[in-house]
């Protein structure tokens, strides 16, 4: 029986076969290998749009409820519940399913073959939470079920890229996975064998780059619609600060969805009447009310990337108000995300003490993941491990690769 290897991400999704001994990858979208991991349930012509599709119906402002980030909802109590989608009641694991089907359907039809069965990655650590991590995998394999696979095994992505990267060492060398991704930062230490790898202990930590999203937006962007400004009370000279949470969802891809209720639009119309800064807030009530926060957050995903890759960026606000932006230096990369990719390094040693190597004996760093093209991230983790040599593995698809290889002997 057949076996698709499969990397359901939590930006970017993938699929492949083994073909005389090399990953061959299936083509998800006219000419590309990889898909965005976003839907979006169109109001008007009733569909259910997947990948490019999605980003492109919500950045043309049709109606409708875009999600990305779903992976991050694995094992979640709101996995389960069930909402009103396009007149059917469905839960979240049936939206993962729908995409998990589309990512079988175009396998299929370009393999020739039905796959029954699917190899796929899975973070070492969905969560921190013991009960939460193991909950994500149950929810994950219920996705691929209601997708139509008969079983599913799951390997740790980071592992899979040590089987996609093992051409790089030597034999005997100490090679160290170093996976940041947009949910997850996974770490395999394996030293490469004659015909195999021997792994020696794999570890991970639920940061990624959707968390380097969410702390500039919360730094630079969210301040403009009130994060941090004064409310008057009602009656009285005294302020307070108005409550974090709304701004901290904003903030988040996953959470912006349930943001747009009544509630929330109900609680920023509140704070903007009794705001010491009004247009501030003003700017808040139309976010929630024209629902413009996942534009907010491809801005800020934009302004990160061009920052990190030209020195400057700048995280472009038009949609919000005509003229509204802020600039983004590389400084302030380091400046806000530097906490975060120490968390990130501290992981890749809990992963060496694990195995009870030390730092120095690891000869092959690899970087693999789309953010470890972040020079914060990789300057962090050279740093912990300055005697390795580095090696930059395919950003976007070493996980697939590796997953494509193994798949059909994960069954056996
Ligand atoms: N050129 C780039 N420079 C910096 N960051 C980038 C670049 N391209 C993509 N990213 C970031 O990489 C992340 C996505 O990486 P990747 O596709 O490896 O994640 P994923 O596999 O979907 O997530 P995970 O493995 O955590 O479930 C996003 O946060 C994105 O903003
Ligand atoms: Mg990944």
Aim: proline share 3%.
């Amino acid at each position: 029986m057949a076996v698709l290897g499969v990397d359901f991400g939590t930006s970017n999704s993938a699929a492949g076969i083994a073909r005389d001994g090399a990953a061959h990858l299936i083509q998800l979208e006219t000419g590309d290998m990889t898909m965005p991991t976003a839907v979006f349930f169109d109001f008007d012509s009733k569909k259910m749009l997947i990948g490019s599709a999605a980003g492109a119906a919500l950045l043309a402002g049709e109606e409708g409820r875009y999600m990305r980030a779903l992976k991050s909802l694995l094992g979640a109590p709101l996995m389960r519940e069930k909402r009103n989608l396009l007149g059917e009641k469905l839960d979240f694991i049936d939206v993962v399913s729908r995409f998990l089907a589309r990512v079988k359907a175009a396998a299929e039809a370009q393999a020739g073959t039905q796959f029954e069965r699917a190899l796929s990655g899975r973070p070492v650590r969905f969560h921190a939470d013991d009960a939460r991590n193991a909950q994500a995998e149950v929810d994950l394999r219920e996705a691929y079920l209601r997708a139509g696979f008969e079983d599913v095994a799951f390997m740790y992505e980071p592992e899979a890229a040590a089987l996609a990267n093992r051409s790089v060492l030597a034999e005997g060398d100490l090679g160290l996975i170093v996976d940041i991704g947009g949910g997850t930062s996974d770490f395999t230490l394996f030293r490469n064998g004659v015909d195999a790898i021997d792994i020696l202990a794999s570890h991970g930590v639920r940061l990624g780059g959707t968390d380097f999203d969410r702390v500039l937006s919360l730094e630079t962007v969210m301040p403009l619609l009130g994060r941090g400004s004064e409310i008057r009370h009602a009656f009285g000279g005294e302020t307070h600060t108005a409550p974090a949470t709304i701004f901290n969802d904003l903030a988040t891809w996953q959470k912006i969805p349930f943001l747009y209720a009544p509630e929330s639009r109900r609680l920023a119309k509140d704070l903007a009447q009794y705001a010491v800064e009004p247009e501030k807030f003003g700017r808040l009530v139309s976010v929630l009310v024209d629902e413009l926060g996942h534009d907010i957050a491809f801005a800020v995903e934009a302004g990160k990337i061009a920052a990190n890759k030209e020195g400057a960026g700048k995280i472009d606000l038009a949609v919000v108000e005509r003229g509204l932006g802020v600039s983004l230096e590389a400084d302030q990369l380091e400046a806000v995300l530097g906490a975060m990719t120490r968390q990130m390094a501290q992981a890749a040693l809990v992963t060496l003490e694990q195995a009870q190597v030390a730092p120095q004996a690891v000869t092959h760093l690899v970087f693999v993941g789309g953010s470890s093209l972040m020079q914060v991230t990789r300057g962090a983790l050279a740093e912990v491990f300055p005697e390795a040599a580095v090696h930059h593995g395919s950003a976007l698809t070493a996980i697939v690769d590796g997953l494509s290889l193994a798949a059909e002997g994960a069954f056996s």
